[in-house]
Structure formats: C-alpha cells, structure tokens
C-alpha cells in the first residue's frame, strides 16, 4: 500500500513539474517571438523588387524536444478511444516555435530584413520500447536578405 500511495505521489509531482515547465516554455515562446516579430517571413521563393539589391544567406534553428512520461500515458489511453492526441500536439507546436525563434535569431545577426523560402521538417529522432516515439526535431530553414548598402 505504502509503494502505490508512493508511486502515486512521484507520478503527480512529475506531472504538476512536467505541467509546469511546459507553461514556461510557452512563455518565453511568446516573449521572444514579440521580440522578433519586425524580422518577415515568407514562403515564397522569389525575392522581390523592393528588397534588392541583396546579399543572401541559409539560416535555420533546429530543436529536439524530448515527450515526457505523462505524455506517453495520456497519448496511449487517447488511442484506446480514439481521437486527437493533443499531448503531442503541444509537443511538436513548441519545437516549431522554437525552431522558427532561433532561425529568426541567426537571420537578425546577419542584419537580415526578411527571410523568405521558409520551410519546416520533423522528424523522430529515435524511438522507445514497442516503437514509440520518444522525441521530436523540428528544423527551420530559409534564406536570409541582407539589404546591400549600394542603391542601383
């Protein structure tokens, strides 16, 4: 009885911690992409007319975020019934931002004004017992424009 009211006791401190590290991972989230919000992104290949003539760079950020065992139960009972597995949603929307956030933070260090041909991959980048995955990449990459100082 003691070994159960024990385990039970590890398993919500892990879950109220897990819980909260979670809430202030999105906060600083929120802080930084405020920060850098002046910083454009687009998808579009093309660089346009108005930021030429240009210097370019490749920058990307790339995270790995790491699926506690909370998550792992929660994802496991949702797929008993079914449904959204929103768990891991949270999961793989924190290592987007974040991917995106230290992207934008290597194209402001260049003196970039936009990046465009922004793009994002995921994967899993290594898995537990009976095939789970146990952690999400993110990588965020595009091309950075530099204005160059010379007007044609």
């Known amino acids: 009885m003691v070994a159960l009211l024990i385990t039970l006791a590890l398993l ?4 109220l911690f897990g819980q909260h590290a979670e809430q ?3 906060r600083r989230l929120r802080a930084a992409e405020a920060e850098l919000q002046s910083l454009l992104l687009f998808s579009e290949k093309r660089i346009p007319e108005q930021f030429q003539p240009c210097e370019v760079r490749l920058v990307g950020g790339n995270t790995v975020i790491a699926v506690d065992y909370f998550k ?3 994802a496991f009972l949702k797929n008993l019934f079914g449904g959204r597995l929103v768990a891991y949603e949270s999961l793989v929307e924190r290592a987007r931002r974040e991917s995106i956030i ?3 933070r290597e194209a402001k260090a260049l ?3 936009a990046v465009f041909n922004v793009r994002l991959e995921t994967s899993s980048i290594s898995k537990g017992a009976n095939d789970q995955k146990v952690s999400v990449e993110v990588y965020a ?3 950075a424009v530099i204005p160059s100082h010379e007007r044609v």
């Open 12 to 15: 919500v401190i892990g879950y």
């Open 24 to 26: 202030s991972h999105f």
């Open 72 to 74: 792992v139960m929660a």
């Open 102 to 104: 230290r992207m934008k």
């Open 111 to 113: 003196g970039a004004q």
């Open 141 to 143: 990459y595009g091309t």
